[in-house]
């Protein structure tokens, strides 16, 4: 009968164990007023324009998060309001269903829209969530994609940057570019 009170710490302890395994820092962008927690571990390259910044976080070789930053004018509002008709076709895959589409609220000043879909990309059949809002007069989009077979295991990540995205004022006297 003891044994049965171990038994659950011990697989309650194992599984926060496994959840524990990811630590974040906090991204800060001042060109663009946001901040977003980033896992620290993932292979990080970053581009930045005049008018656009990319952080692109991978884990292993198909697993990805990719945040871009651009300036929110008319053609870029009409471009994401049509995702559909050219965003899977650019990275070379098929649409198969779309599982998702919702507005959301992510903090006081910033909603968003949620997609979750389904797409082949070179014969994987790839789960991709995507997170589209404004903060200010930027447009920043949050891509978060695995395979169907992967995808679990990365949701709590994928959460966790979606659901961190915070507006940073252009006040800010910190070094925020990490």
Not at 25 to 30: D, Q, T
Not at 38 to 43: R, V
Not at 50 to 66: D, N
């Amino acid at each position: 009968m003891r044994l049965k009170p171990l038994l659950i710490i011990l697989i309650l302890t194992s599984a926060l164990s496994l959840r524990a395994d990811v630590e974040y820092i906090r991204y800060h962008n001042k060109s663009f007023n946001y901040t977003v927690m980033i896992p620290a571990a993932w292979e990080k390259a970053k581009a930045d324009f005049e008018y656009k910044h990319v952080l692109s976080l991978k884990k292993g070789r198909h697993t990805e998060i990719r945040i871009t930053a651009v300036n929110n004018d008319s053609e870029e509002k009409i471009k994401w309001k049509n995702w559909k008709e050219w965003y899977v076709k650019d990275v070379g895959g098929g649409l198969k269903k779309i599982i998702e589409s919702k507005d959301v609220q992510i903090e006081k000043y910033i909603t968003g829209k949620l997609l979750l879909f389904e797409y082949n990309y070179k014969g994987n059949l790839v789960l991709e969530r995507i997170l589209i809002s404004d903060i200010d007069d930027n447009m920043i989009i949050i891509e978060c994609r695995s395979p169907i077979s992967t995808y679990k295991k990365y949701i709590e990540v994928f959460n966790t940057v979606m659901g961190s995205l915070k507006k940073t004022g252009k006040e800010l006297n910190e070094n925020v570019d990490k």
